[in-house]
Nanobody, 123 residues
């Protein structure tokens, strides 16, 4: 079992930055690929970024490339999402998730989810 708790969301103006954190329980954190997803009102949950267990491989949604950076600290059982140059269309609830598979991008491949943290970007 893995329990995930996100933090770091909030209200920010367009062009600003936020860093989301996701703290995980359990001793096998490094064996999981960690992903970030987001869901805006009335829309489907969308993949944002994923990082492999060692942290050496990452993949981003096209709209996040060059603006978002995913990283992890396995000693702290924590994964981060640094978001720069935020846009109003980035407004959503952001979720972190853990998967036993490798660099997965589909929500159904993730077994564990956090409760989400709200990110609101004002124009």
């Amino acid at each position: 079992q893995v329990q995930l708790v996100e933090s770091g969301g909030g209200l920010v103006q367009a062009g600003g930055s936020l860093r989301l954190s996701c703290a995980a329980s359990g001793r096998t954190f490094s064996s999981y690929a960690m992903g970030w997803f987001r869901q805006a009102p009335g829309k489907e949950r969308e993949f944002v970024a994923v990082i492999g267990g060692s942290g050496s491989s990452t993949y981003y949604v096209d709209s996040g490339k060059g603006r978002f950076t995913i990283s992890r600290d396995n000693a702290k059982n924590t994964v981060y999402l640094q978001m720069n140059r935020l846009k109003p269309e980035d407004t959503a609830v952001y979720y972190c998730a853990a998967s036993a598979y490798y660099n997965v991008r589909h929500y159904y491949e993730y077994a564990y989810w956090g409760q989400g943290t709200q990110v609101t970007v004002s124009s």
